[in-house]
């Protein structure tokens, strides 16, 4: 597995220079992509599920993937607004991204918290904890990825 | 161009520095024993952490003078939040080869509340360090800040047992 969850972080941005900034739509788009069905893959894997928790789980869990997916959406439209003017960017606008960027971050902790309860209704509590210490992990590996990936700010 | 290029590798390559602390987990009866491992990992990364940001947020005498004292307060109130983190890595650790649904579920809940206080503390800095420095310096601080906290994560979540079933 340690191989497997490595898998998503070898994506990297291939970013094209502009005049004001950096063009990264393609890039984003193509790591989501990867990302999202290499997520589903490796969970499926990794967490033991019996036929019937299966049959219950995967529904909720595509439900969940969606909802965290509307977040990350807005997270990366604040990354392409923010590669894209990066050259020109003023103090307001940079202050701007930062605190939609914080938003989504409270938000993407929110519906974490919120789907607990859920995912626990279908299968054990065990399993459970497992599933979200994986996802978690997937998780933490995309953000180091596009943290390390998006240029610094500069003065 | 040439002097921030190399202060961006320089901060890349000091940045991935903390990575390489690793837990050195003792196994007991009832799981392993996280205490000494997790105390190690935070000193390093506090101490390490002050100085990456100063090598690299450009700040004025009189910047530094306002910011110091404003990023003490903020790193003590996320320390009070990894202190949450750090009790419930140590509870799991310690009970992870007889976990029951029950405390995985109540580990679930608290992990759960430690992420959203965690993100809620840092939202609620971000005006108060932009009181004491220009838009873009505070976009910069965050955006080191929260590499290296992203770091931290990918570190922790790696080195966690994974629950048995």
Do not use: C
Request: hydrophobic share 45%; proline share 4%.
């Amino acid at each position: 597995m340690v191989v497997a969850l490595a898998a998503p972080s070898s994506i990297s941005f291939a970013q094209t220079q502009t005049a004001t900034g950096v063009e990264v739509e393609k890039d984003l788009a193509l790591v989501r992509r990867n990302l999202r069905a290499e997520k589903k893959k490796i969970l499926a894997a990794n967490v033991p599920l019996t036929e019937t928790e299966a049959t219950k789980f995967w529904p909720v869990y595509d439900q969940y993937a969606a909802d965290m997916s509307k977040h990350y959406d807005e997270f990366y439209a604040v990354i392409k607004d923010y590669a894209a003017n990066q050259k020109t960017l003023t103090d307001a606008q940079a202050i701007s991204m930062v605190k939609r960027w914080s938003d989504i971050q409270v938000e993407l902790a929110q519906t974490r918290q919120k789907w607990v309860p859920a995912i626990e209704k279908v299968i054990p509590g065990k399993k459970a904890a497992l599933f979200f210490q994986i996802d978690r992990r997937l998780y933490a590996l995309m953000d180091l990825q596009v943290a390390s990936e998006v240029p610094l700010v500069i003065q | 161009m040439t002097t921030k290029l190399l202060t961006h590798l320089a901060m890349v390559v000091a940045l991935a520095a903390p990575t390489s602390i690793s837990f050195a987990q003792k196994e007991t009866a009832t799981g392993v024993d996280v205490d000494k491992d997790i105390a190690l990992l935070r000193r390093n990364l506090r101490s390490e952490k002050k100085k990456l940001i100063a090598a690299n947020l450009p700040l004025t005498e009189t910047e530094a003078t306002k910011f110091w004292p404003i990023y003490d307060q903020y790193a003590a109130e996320m320390g009070k939040n990894n202190d949450a983190l750090d009790s419930l890595i140590r509870d799991y650790a310690a009970n992870q080869k007889t976990l029951t649904d029950a405390q995985a579920d109540d580990m679930l809940k608290r992990w759960g509340d430690w992420q959203v206080s965690l993100a809620q503390t840092r939202q609620k800095y971000i005006p108060i360090v932009r009181k004491v420095l220009p838009g873009k310096k505070a976009a910069l601080f965050f955006q080191i800040d929260r590499r290296l906290y992203t770091l931290m994560d990918v570190q922790i979540a790696s080195e966690i047992p994974l629950v048995i079933q």
